[in-house]
């Protein structure tokens, strides 16, 4: 389904600094990820994929306390701006297979509808963050031996699981934020 037609449900984060390192708890015994849950999503009211819903109420999403106690996007589009996550050249973006993670990113950063063209999504996701943005599924493509999901990938380049969570999409960022430079 078009990301025009659809809300937000979740949003997952990994930062790191320069050398890929994950940052600690205050008492340095466990790393920070973030996972964002969106009240824009209702199960009653909006379109979606029943298997994508069945799955994520597996992986433990509560859709109806989201709707009243999940963080409102255009709220978090703006805290996004205000702590210098958008427009800032000085962040480098991976992803894995986020061209759909960034249209969403787009959507409540705009409060509009994505552009019609591919030119013209690429030029605004470049507008928005920058052109330090990597895509790990698309890199691929021209690496001999490398393909499939990001586990095969992880297994292939050699690089360990730092954090053991459940399925949901956060496991795909600490993939790559602790790959580092491979």
Same mark, same amino acid.
């Given at each position: 389904?078009?990301?025009? /037609?659809?809300? %937000?449900? @979740?949003?997952?984060?990994?930062?790191?600094?320069?050398?890929?390192?994950?940052?600690?708890?205050?008492? &340095?015994?466990?790393?920070?990820?973030?996972?964002?849950?969106?009240?824009?999503?209702?199960?009653?009211?909006?379109?979606?994929?029943?298997?994508?819903?069945?799955?994520?109420?597996?992986?433990?999403?509560?859709?109806?306390?989201?709707?009243?106690?999940?963080?409102?996007?255009?709220?978090?589009?703006?805290?996004?701006?205000?702590?210098? #996550?958008?427009?800032?050249?000085? %962040?480098?973006?991976?992803?894995?297979?986020?061209?759909?993670?960034? &249209?969403?990113?787009?959507?409540? /950063?705009?409060?509009? =509808? !994505?552009?019609?063209? !591919?030119?013209?999504? #690429?030029? #605004?996701?470049?507008?928005?963050?920058?052109?330090?943005?990597?895509?790990?599924?698309?890199?691929?493509?021209?690496?001999?031996?490398?393909?499939? &999901?990001?586990?095969?990938?992880?297994?292939? /380049? @050699?690089?360990?699981?730092?954090?053991? =969570?459940?399925? @949901?999409?956060?496991?795909?960022?600490?993939?790559?934020?602790?790959?580092?430079?491979?």
């Amino acid at each position: 389904m078009n990301v025009d /037609l659809l809300n %937000i449900i @979740q949003l997952d984060f990994t930062l790191t600094d320069s050398e890929g390192n994950l940052p600690l708890s205050n008492d &340095g015994k466990h790393y920070i990820i973030w996972q964002f849950n969106f009240r824009d999503f209702n199960i009653l009211r909006d379109s979606y994929a029943p298997d994508s819903i069945n799955w994520l109420k597996n992986q433990g999403i509560n859709f109806e306390r989201n709707c009243f106690e999940g963080i409102d996007s255009a709220y978090f589009s703006e805290l996004m701006m205000h702590y210098k #996550l958008i427009c800032n050249n000085k %962040i480098t973006w991976i992803t894995f297979q986020g061209a759909y993670d960034f &249209g969403y990113l787009i959507k409540i /950063l705009t409060r509009c =509808l !994505l552009p019609n063209l !591919l030119s013209e999504f #690429l030029s #605004l996701k470049e507008k928005l963050f920058g052109s330090n943005v990597y895509d790990v599924k698309y890199l691929t493509r021209f690496c001999s031996g490398l393909y499939g &999901g990001l586990r095969r990938i992880a297994v292939t /380049l @050699q690089i360990k699981r730092e954090i053991e =969570l459940s399925q @949901q999409a956060v496991n795909y960022e600490l993939y790559e934020s602790i790959s580092k430079s491979k």
